[in-house]
């Protein structure tokens, strides 16, 4: 029996999430600075994904305004400093606190919409967003020694990210229906490639063949194969699919951050993700915050 759009979309969504549980990874495994990692992985990824955009032919005939060159330019530098920041929020605090930190992003980008788009701020995304930084308290809280400046300075890292990604997102969605995604990914990538060519360090590459085979699968596995799949998923699966289905990224990250690296997540930080966690399944698929209930009707 062949499985319909949604299902294939489902599917093709969960394996993408899969994958990017375990970037983190293959980004402490490779022992490469946050920018030498993004520079291989603009490198590798674009050269996959402009074969692939070749094979297609999306590259022809293609012409761009200049303010869509600006938007295509704005969403590259957003994107590549936020994967700096995430790739060094990974070593300050670890895999699974990051990445649960970085999902809310799609708060960010609500409040970006608003301030860029006009779009409307209802009471109930404001309450979502309430329990998503709460939970943000509750994960960065002090124990008893006090604040860890180290951890801090990683969730702010994680922050800044999920902000830049934010932006990306924003500036894509203005070029969607203009351009192909893979287009502007493959964009991006070349972007990024030029401007880490001068940010890297070149002195300090890897010597050994673990390090080289953990960047070449950032680059091959992890940005052409699941930027790909991500777009397949984007097109055949409904809207709310793809927003449950997109919180099985934290849960492999914390996973694979545990059986990995020995990192457990303490007890109070398990509450603080979940609140996160909940808040953005609940605000992406539009759920009524509970307390907020319909107005009531005036009779005449």
């Known amino acids: 029996m062949a499985l319909t759009d949604e299902k294939q979309g489902q599917i093709t969504m969960a394996i993408a999430m899969v994958i990017s549980g375990t970037i983190g990874y293959f980004v402490l495994k490779s022992g490469q600075s946050p920018l030498n990692v993004v520079f291989f992985r603009c490198v590798i990824g674009g050269v996959g994904l402009a074969g692939y955009c070749l094979f297609k032919g999306y590259l022809k005939n293609l012409y761009l305004s200049k303010l869509q060159l600006f938007l295509l330019f704005a969403g590259a530098i957003t994107l590549i400093f936020n994967w700096v920041f995430l790739f060094t929020a990974y070593n300050l605090t ?3 606190i990051t990445t649960i930190i970085y999902h809310l992003q799609p708060f960010f980008l609500l409040f970006f919409s608003m301030l860029a788009l006009k779009e409307k701020f209802s009471r109930s995304s404001f309450c979502w967003l309430a329990v998503a930084f ?5 994960i960065v809280s ?9 951890f801090l300075l990683g969730c702010a890292s994680a922050l800044c990210a999920a902000m830049l990604y934010a932006i990306t997102t924003l500036m894509t969605k203005k070029l969607s229906g203009i351009v192909r995604p893979e287009v502007i990914a493959t964009s991006h990538m070349a972007i990024g490639a030029v401007i880490f060519l001068f940010l890297a360090d070149f002195s300090k590459l890897p010597e050994h063949p673990e390090a080289w085979r953990s960047i070449f699968i950032l ?4 940005t052409t194969i699941m930027y790909l799949m991500l777009y397949t998923a984007f097109k055949k699966a409904s809207t709310s699919s793809l927003a449950i289905l997109g919180f099985i990224y934290p849960i492999v ?3 694979v951050d545990y059986y990995a690296f020995g990192h457990l997540i303490r007890p109070h930080q398990i509450i603080g993700a979940a609140l996160i966690l909940v808040a953005g399944i609940s605000y992406n698929r539009g759920v009524r915050f509970p307390i907020i209930g319909r107005r009531p009707e005036i009779k005449t």
């Not at 709460?134 to 509750?138: D, S, T």
């Not at 002090?142 to 180290?150: A, H, L, Q, Y």
Request: hydrophobic content about 45%; cysteine-free.
């Open 94 to 96: 670890s895999i699974g």
């Open 142 to 150: 002090p124990e008893g020694n006090g604040f860890d400046s180290r």
């Open 219 to 222: 680059g091959a596995f992890h």
């Open 253 to 255: 990250a914390v996973v």
């Open 134 to 138: 709460f939970g943000l308290a509750v």
